[in-house]
Protein backbone atom coordinates (compact mmCIF):
# COMPACT_ATOMS: atom_id res chain seq x y z
CA UNK A 1 0.00 0.00 0.00
CA UNK A 2 2.86 2.47 -0.54
CA UNK A 3 1.81 5.38 -2.58
CA UNK A 4 4.33 6.00 -4.98
CA UNK A 5 4.34 9.05 -7.51
CA UNK A 6 6.60 10.33 -10.71
CA UNK A 7 7.21 13.52 -11.83
CA UNK A 8 9.49 14.90 -14.05
CA UNK A 9 9.05 13.36 -17.47
CA UNK A 10 8.34 15.61 -20.26
CA UNK A 11 9.21 16.14 -23.86
CA UNK A 12 13.12 16.21 -24.53
CA UNK A 13 15.85 16.54 -27.88
CA UNK A 14 18.37 13.75 -28.35
CA UNK A 15 21.33 14.50 -26.20
CA UNK A 16 19.30 16.09 -23.54
CA UNK A 17 19.42 15.26 -19.99
CA UNK A 18 16.39 14.79 -17.54
CA UNK A 19 15.99 13.51 -14.20
CA UNK A 20 12.78 11.35 -12.89
CA UNK A 21 11.80 11.76 -9.54
CA UNK A 22 9.23 8.98 -7.41
CA UNK A 23 7.97 10.32 -3.81
CA UNK A 24 6.89 7.58 -1.80
CA UNK A 25 4.62 7.60 1.15
CA UNK A 26 5.36 5.90 4.11
CA UNK A 27 8.11 5.44 7.24
CA UNK A 28 9.78 2.74 6.07
CA UNK A 29 10.97 3.89 2.83
CA UNK A 30 14.64 3.35 3.72
CA UNK A 31 13.75 -0.52 4.00
CA UNK A 32 12.39 -0.88 0.09
CA UNK A 33 14.57 -1.62 -2.64
CA UNK A 34 13.80 0.56 -5.20
CA UNK A 35 13.09 0.07 -8.98
CA UNK A 36 12.70 1.75 -12.16
CA UNK A 37 11.08 0.15 -14.95
CA UNK A 38 10.09 1.83 -18.63
CA UNK A 39 7.50 0.76 -21.44
CA UNK A 40 7.87 1.84 -25.10
CA UNK A 41 5.51 2.03 -27.75
CA UNK A 42 4.25 -1.00 -28.81
CA UNK A 43 6.80 -3.05 -26.33
CA UNK A 44 6.49 -5.05 -22.82
CA UNK A 45 7.57 -3.38 -19.90
CA UNK A 46 11.29 -3.83 -18.98
CA UNK A 47 13.78 -3.16 -16.25
CA UNK A 48 15.95 -0.37 -16.17
CA UNK A 49 17.66 -0.08 -12.81
CA UNK A 50 17.09 -0.87 -9.03
CA UNK A 51 18.76 0.41 -5.78
CA UNK A 52 19.10 -0.96 -2.53
CA UNK A 53 17.68 0.46 0.55
CA UNK A 54 20.59 2.16 2.11
CA UNK A 55 21.45 3.48 -2.03
CA UNK A 56 25.07 0.70 -1.17
CA UNK A 57 24.09 -1.29 -4.32
CA UNK A 58 22.95 0.06 -7.64
CA UNK A 59 22.42 -2.65 -10.97
CA UNK A 60 21.48 -1.33 -14.72
CA UNK A 61 20.31 -2.93 -17.45
CA UNK A 62 23.83 -3.05 -19.29
CA UNK A 63 23.34 -1.17 -22.71
CA UNK A 64 22.39 2.25 -20.11
CA UNK A 65 25.34 2.23 -17.66
CA UNK A 66 26.97 4.77 -18.26
CA UNK A 67 24.16 7.19 -19.20
CA UNK A 68 21.36 6.31 -16.63
CA UNK A 69 21.86 6.83 -13.00
CA UNK A 70 19.68 5.75 -9.64
CA UNK A 71 19.62 7.71 -6.60
CA UNK A 72 18.11 8.37 -3.10
CA UNK A 73 17.28 10.55 -0.56
CA UNK A 74 15.72 8.13 2.12
CA UNK A 75 15.11 11.64 4.31
CA UNK A 76 12.66 13.47 1.72
CA UNK A 77 11.39 9.24 0.38
CA UNK A 78 12.41 9.84 -2.76
CA UNK A 79 14.40 7.66 -5.44
CA UNK A 80 15.99 9.78 -8.36
CA UNK A 81 17.02 8.36 -12.17
CA UNK A 82 19.21 11.04 -13.76
CA UNK A 83 19.20 10.21 -17.52
CA UNK A 84 21.93 11.46 -19.90
CA UNK A 85 22.83 11.55 -23.42
CA UNK A 86 19.40 10.41 -24.15
CA UNK A 87 17.83 9.22 -27.36
CA UNK A 88 14.98 8.54 -29.09
CA UNK A 89 14.67 4.95 -28.23
CA UNK A 90 14.47 6.12 -24.51
CA UNK A 91 10.79 7.14 -25.26
CA UNK A 92 9.07 5.45 -23.05
CA UNK A 93 6.72 5.73 -19.95
CA UNK A 94 8.72 5.01 -16.55
CA UNK A 95 7.66 3.73 -13.72
CA UNK A 96 8.82 3.72 -10.29
CA UNK A 97 8.79 0.45 -7.82
CA UNK A 98 9.46 -0.50 -4.38
CA UNK A 99 10.20 -3.99 -3.54
CA UNK A 100 9.58 -5.09 0.16
CA UNK A 101 13.54 -7.54 -0.30
CA UNK A 102 16.48 -7.13 -2.30
CA UNK A 103 15.84 -10.20 -4.10
CA UNK A 104 14.52 -10.90 -7.27
CA UNK A 105 14.86 -7.07 -7.96
CA UNK A 106 15.48 -7.51 -11.53
CA UNK A 107 12.05 -8.95 -11.72
CA UNK A 108 8.91 -6.56 -12.31
CA UNK A 109 7.10 -9.25 -11.18
CA UNK A 110 8.74 -9.41 -7.71
CA UNK A 111 7.84 -5.24 -6.88
CA UNK A 112 5.42 -4.93 -4.56
CA UNK A 113 4.31 -1.35 -5.43
CA UNK A 114 4.33 0.43 -8.34
CA UNK A 115 3.34 4.34 -9.69
CA UNK A 116 1.61 5.75 -12.19
CA UNK A 117 4.36 6.32 -14.98
CA UNK A 118 5.70 9.60 -16.44
CA UNK A 119 5.80 9.49 -20.35
CA UNK A 120 9.42 10.51 -21.32
CA UNK A 121 9.61 11.41 -25.00
CA UNK A 122 13.20 12.11 -26.87
CA UNK A 123 13.23 13.72 -30.19
CA UNK A 124 15.65 13.37 -32.61
Known amino acids: QVQLVETGGGLVQAGDSLTLSCAAS????????MGWFRQAPGKEREFVAT????????DYIDRLKGRFTISRDNAKNTVFLSMNSLKPEDTAIYYC?????????????????WGQGTQVTVSS
Open 97 to 113: AAKTSILDRFREVAYNY
Open 26 to 33: GRTFSTYT
Open 51 to 58: ITGDGSTT
